[in-house]
């Protein structure tokens, strides 16, 4: 059973300079950092305007997410409550820990998402059936 909720979640500030252009820092570590080793990252763009990304959980593997560009609204639950965030600045992120189901929906073919994992990928840390999750939940 996983006992992570919605409380689990973390909202994350980076470091911005501003010169010639924005140059966002993402270090991993520090009060402004990602929190995580990180073992893997992707990025997620050209997804069509409200369009849904993940709609899953993970059984181990913790994910940040940072909208480089655009807006991605973000659903996450942990089987009994939900919270509903927006990423639209590179400078926010939004650190996701294992147990929780995620639903991103991106407002536009150009919005850019990116994510950074803890974790390698593995099939079977993927939760995709709701059901399935509730049991994982214990719920």
């Known amino acids: 059973m996983n006992t992570t909720t919605i409380a689990s979640l973390e909202r994350l500030e980076f470091v911005q300079?501003?010169?010639e252009g924005i140059l966002t820092v993402l270090p991993n570590k520090g009060p402004s950092g990602l929190g995580l080793t990180v073992r893997r990252v992707f990025a997620i763009s050209g997804v069509s305007e409200g369009g849904i990304r993940g709609d899953h959980a993970h059984r181990d593997c913790t994910q940040v997410v940072v909208?480089?560009?655009?807006?991605v609204t973000v659903v996450v639950d942990d089987g009994r409550d939900s919270v509903m965030v927006v990423l639209e600045d590179p400078a926010q992120g939004l650190s996701i820990p294992p147990g929780l189901w995620n639903r991103l929906t991106f407002s536009d073919p150009a919005t850019v998402l990116a994510?950074?994992?803890d974790r390698a990928y593995e099939?079977?840390?993927y939760v995709r059936d709701r059901a399935e999750f509730m049991k994982f939940k214990g719920l």
């Open 115 to 117: 994510v950074f994992c």
């Open 123 to 125: 099939a079977d840390d």
């Open 17 to 19: 300079h501003i010169s």
């Open 67 to 71: 909208c480089l560009h655009g807006r």
